[in-house]
Nanobody
Framework: QVQVVESGGGLVQAGGSLKLSCEAS????????MGWYRQAPGNERELVAG???????MYADSVKGRFTISRDNAKNTVYLQMNSLKPEDTGVYYC??????????WGQGTQVTVSS
């Protein structure tokens, strides 16, 4: 089993910054992918950013140029640096981990609220 724990959410004014962290632990086996999804009230969960074991990254169009995902493989940790935050970035941010055995794990989510 793999445990996924997020941290770093909070309340910030528009234009501000936050950094989210997500650590995976337990039966880790060559994590293939670590990513961040967000879900706003009434909306479906959407992929915000992801990073593969190769280091290749992907971003939603809405966050390109503002968010940066990075990964510390030694710590099985992924980070999401969020700059120039907008009210529409508000939501619960979930960390997603795809293990080497192709099982998918989710964290409990961390709330990000951007006030205008």
């Amino acid at each position: 089993q793999v445990q996924v724990v997020e941290s770093g959410g909070g309340l910030v004014q528009a234009g501000g910054s936050l950094k989210l962290s997500c650590e995976a632990s337990g039966s880790i086996f060559m994590i293939n992918f670590m990513g961040w999804y967000r879900q706003a009230p009434g909306n479906e969960r959407e992929l915000v950013a992801g990073i593969f074991s190769s280091g290749r990254t992907m971003y939603a169009d809405s966050v390109k140029g503002r968010f940066t995902i990075s990964r510390d493989n030694a710590k099985n940790t992924v980070y999401l640096q969020m700059n120039s935050l907008k009210p529409e970035d508000t939501g619960v941010y979930y960390c997603n981990v795809i293990n080497g055995d192709r099982n998918t794990y989710w964290g409990q989510g961390t709330q990000v609220t951007v006030s205008s």
